[in-house]
């Protein structure tokens, strides 16, 4: 496990967006200045981590791919992404727990506002977490003449979500701290897992967003 920094360029636009600001409109100066306070102090909730291992692929088959240890990631869209591509890193990261805490407070409190702005704030920040993490690990393979896939995570387009019992198999136990439910879900919330291909330059351009007709999905690139 890897502790990060926990200061993150938060996107304004991005967490106004996820408390129901349309990108045309503007928000009260009341609003303004409570994102602008959250954005700058939010630091104090952060207790970034992240863990990452990188596997062969010892096989694509079909929908099939099977990892030199034995994790099985089945999707059609994951086979495509990992068929010409040696080499995968599985990832798991986190903001940590003391954010979704404060939240949770907030909302009991009867803070509702408070509590939706922060929790946006997270999000954004555990996605710019996610966005260091695959620019170091984009950085490892160039320094090897490799370059990286997209990243993926199991419940985007047909990879299930129930395929994180695949991924945190492949961590072997190492998981930034994060824990997995029955239900696949991981705790803390404002966590990401997934995968990233390593190989040459002709695994970077696969993109299944250009053939799906979800146009409302939020992990459209």
């Not at 100066?29 to 909730?45: C, G, I, T």
């Not at 099939?64 to 990992?82: Q, T």
């Not at 509702?112 to 695959?134: F, K, M, N, P, W």
Request: aromatic share 6%; proline share 3%.
């Amino acid at each position: 496990m890897v502790t990060a920094s926990s200061r993150f360029d938060i996107d304004r636009r991005r967490v106004l967006h996820d408390i129901g600001y349309p990108p045309d409109s503007e928000p009260s100066a009341r609003m303004e200045s409570l994102v602008n306070d959250y954005v700058k102090n939010a630091h104090q909730f952060f207790s970034p981590s992240f863990s990452y291992v990188v596997r062969d692929i010892e096989l694509v088959d079909g929908t099939s791919v099977v990892l030199e240890d034995g994790a099985i990631f089945e999707s059609e869209v994951i086979a495509r992404l990992l068929e010409k591509a040696g080499k995968v890193a599985v990832f798991v990261l986190t903001i940590g727990r003391y954010l979704e805490d404060t939240v949770a407070q907030l909302g009991q409190g009867g803070l509702v506002l408070q509590s939706a702005v922060l929790d946006a704030i997270g999000s954004d920040a555990t996605e710019r977490l996610a966005d260091s993490v695959e620019s170091q690990i984009s950085e490892v393979a160039h320094n090897q003449g490799l370059t990286i896939s997209r990243r993926f995570s199991p419940g985007y387009c047909d990879w299930d979500v129930s395929q994180q019992k695949s991924v945190f198999q492949s961590m072997k136990g190492d998981c930034a701290g994060v824990q997995l439910t029955d239900g696949c879900l991981m705790l803390p919330r404002k966590s990401i897992s997934g995968i990233i291909g390593i190989g040459s330059h002709d695994i970077e351009g696969y993109n299944p967003c250009k053939t799906c007709d979800k146009h409302d999905c939020v992990g459209r690139r």
